[in-house]
């Protein structure tokens, strides 16, 4: 069914769609119309959750750890400052391998308090041990919310995921989607079967004192699972194509194949560079996109062009781009853009004209220094 | 019940790692005996996290989520959540924290919980200081004791966290200690079978912490109620009443000179004539107030 809603409102909806059974979250702009629509799906009766109204993000967090531990599906979602306060309990869902799932409105970090979209809250979330994944348009935000829980909780994964998308350009606006029937989610998303519990009848004991070998052990599982991530998140996203008509991978291509240069992106800035690569192949510039579907497990197997311009809606202070820099060990020429921090606005002007600086060999914080 | 009718079973195992004298494993065995295996025991950093032996390894014989040091009251919102929606009611989520971990840095999260009305246990055992990391104050510390981070002495008196629990209005509030047994016994089991948030503190003086010999762990306990300095209550749906020794005390039987159980602690050792005024006449107040009330 199309329906014409905002980002908020459609993560909520899927987040309904995949039927956990606790939800723990706590309101913070630009996310809380999802709390908000929860509690109105679970007062209403057409949810049928425990809804937690925790006192703060790093309770969410923790509950929703708990109840996943105790056998269930769980969801959270949060954004900036509520993030970053779970920073602790993220690791914790991470080394404790719980498919918990959450969205993430992506806002910048105070002070001063600025509610616009940057992405630093979640990249800073990035050795957490999470999947993470990005939406750049709401139709994402749906599609990636149920294949996160599927991936998630596959048992050769058992690993949390997150699905961040751009505070207002995305959480606030309105944008016409295709919604599957709750018969075809089900038959897509299988009831959640959990990798150990908390069981009166077999008691273990989990998360004691641990000395440095084991420790080790569990760190090298995850990281194999990570990288397994790439092949089920690649397989997920075929088998979603083939229900519903749109494939996913870990990234999207979009005219790559003769480009001269290729712009790497993601969530709402790389919907505004399609734009961008359409309107530079209108003049006869051959120009590509890369938009990143995932950051964790990271796609470096597809990233495989020469001249590929970065851009960062983010900052690792005295590094560079994030993104950039994790492109760093691959051996390609590439261009490093700094855009849109604190939600400047960047429009598919601003990324054609950066097109036009990579080819005079030029890179660097966009627009203020630029060399 | 006498302590000799207690149920045979066990759940804390041998080969736990708690030091010799050690009032956790005296208070959680007797706990145990009142919750049964139908637990789940949720427990933040602590020496209870420390003490349950090495991984894969476990001395403890119910499931156990050890969880970060702030946020054992919203582990424990999670597990009871997840418990009803699994129809599984019959299983009681208990935390099991120390005084740090309640009184002050997982303050907010108990809070929350009980205000939230969550379907729980919550025991905080009360050494009246950090001992996982090596005997630092915390806000249950009283006055005058010396610990790593106090050297001269702490210069506060302790919170009441009982007080500020009781303020939240939920079905059972009560103090129980290990030398008296069966009266912490009792307390858990009414505790058990009673639904919504419940909150049991169990004082609990540490032979390292409070520099004493390891031999006189209960009987630290015991003089601490005789002289008033730990009172044992028990608060049912509103209703207020002390128990046990502490209760003797009330209706008239002379509480001890405090000087008995300060003097047997190394902590106190640096105590002056004006300390110990202090001491008796914040001790006085207290008593005063559960008299009038
Ligand atoms: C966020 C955080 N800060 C600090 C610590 C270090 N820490 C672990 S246990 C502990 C003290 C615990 O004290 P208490 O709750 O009284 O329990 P006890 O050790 O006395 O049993 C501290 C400070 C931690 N684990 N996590
Ligand atoms: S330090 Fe005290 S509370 Fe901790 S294990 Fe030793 S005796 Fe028990």
New interface residues.
Partial sequence: MIVIDTGNNIAALAAKMARPKVIAAYPITPQTKVVERIAEFVEKGELDTEYIHVESEHSAMTACIAASATGVRTFTATASHGLLLMHEMLHWAGLSRLPVVMVNVNRSIGPGWNIWSDLNDSLSQRDTGWIQFYASSNQEIFDNVIQAYKIAENEEIFLPAMVSYDGFILSHTSMPLDVPDQSKIDAFLPAFKPGWTLDVEHPITHGNIVSPKPYMDIRYSMEKAMKKAQKIIQEVGEEWGKKFGRPYGLVQEYRCDDADYVFVTMAALAAEAKVAVDNLRDKGEKAGLINLRTVRPFPYSQLKYDNMIVIDRDISPGLGGIIYHEMKKLNYTMYSFIAGIGGVDVSYKDIERMYQLAQDDKEGWYPLEVK | MAIKDLPRDEYLLKGH?ACPGCPITVALRIALKALG????L?IPACCS??I?????K?G?????????F??A???????S??????DKTD?TPVVWAGDGGSYDIGI??L??AL??GTNFIYICYNNQMYSNTGIQRSGATPYGAWTTTTWTGKKEHQKELGEIVRAHHIPYVATATISYPEDLYAKVLKAKNMKGPRYIEIFAPCPPGWRFDMSKTIEMARLAVETGAWILYEEIDGQFAFTSYSKKILEGRDRKPIEEWLQLQGRFRHLTEDDMKKINSHLDEKWNQYKKS
């Fill in positions: 790692a295996n139908k637990t789940i949720v996290s420390v349950q032996a090495l991984y894969p476990s403890f014989n119910v499931p156990i989520l050890n969880i970060a702030e946020a009251a919203a582990g424990a919102s999670g597990v959540a997840a418990l009803k929606k699994l299983i907010q999260a809070s929350g205000e939230r």
